[in-house]
């Protein structure tokens, strides 16, 4: 069965400072695996996706985020926080790669001023 | 372009009612996926539609239940509602790999 793990509940930074977020994945096959942000009462907006090739992958407001096959890891990072950066982030994974996303818990971020 | 539309943003319904939330994905998309979101079970995965059929089905009862239109417009539909059932219903649009999720229903169970 496919899973993501966030082992996270809440990471906090100061604003300035560098800010990762960790996700780890279960799933057999080569997985798709994607980063998304919710602010409060609002849907689920993207931010970056790996889905083959480099193992480093930009995305949306200057985050990116670090594939690693041998760790199983997917980490999110950002050079330089901001209080706006404050969300909950969630990491995914389509084992399909098309049908279906599964999703970790959720890491709340909070970046103080 | 249009992003993905969900209707009605906030929903109130008492115990026993059915209810009926709407998707329209952003056009050209074909595949319309519905998740369910409370605090205790974090995103769950209900079902997915593409061409008007359901490919995928995520472990929930049978009182949950879709559809998907000629125009890819989606609904799903929660017969005999529980209290369990208020959550923030999303739904994702997608073509390929890009998924894209509009802003949810808000159903609370009263």
């Known amino acids: 069965a496919q899973s993501v793990a966030q082992p996270e509940d809440q990471v906090n930074v100061a604003e300035g400072n560098p800010l990762t977020v960790k996700c780890t994945y279960s799933?057999?096959?080569?997985?798709?695996l994607f980063w998304y942000v919710q602010y409060p009462n609002r849907g689920l907006q993207f931010l970056l996706k790996?889905?083959?090739?480099?193992?480093l992958v930009k995305g949306s407001y200057g985050f990116e985020a670090e594939f690693n096959k041998s760790q199983t890891s997917f980490h999110l990072k950002k050079p330089s926080a901001l209080v706006s950066d404050s969300a909950l982030y969630f990491c995914a994974v389509s084992p399909t790669g098309f049908q279906k996303l599964v999703f970790g818990t959720g890491t709340r971020l909070l970046v103080s001023p | 372009k249009a992003g993905v539309t969900q209707t009605p943003r906030y929903l109130i319904k008492t115990r026993g009612q059915q209810v009926t939330l709407s998707c329209s994905p952003i056009s050209g998309h074909r595949s319309v996926s519905w998740y369910q979101q409370t605090p205790g079970q974090g995103l769950q995965f209900l079902f997915e539609y593409f061409s008007e059929t359901q490919r995928n089905k995520g472990n929930f009862p049978g009182r949950f239940s879709g559809r998907q239109f000629s125009n890819s417009r989606s609904e799903m539909n929660v017969s005999t509602l529980e209290l369990g059932d208020s959550a923030l219903y999303l739904c994702a649009s997608s073509a390929g790999t890009d998924y894209t999720f509009g802003s949810g229903t808000r159903l609370t169970v009263v």
């Open positions: 790996y889905i083959t090739g480099d193992n």
């Open positions: 799933v057999s096959g080569n997985p798709y």
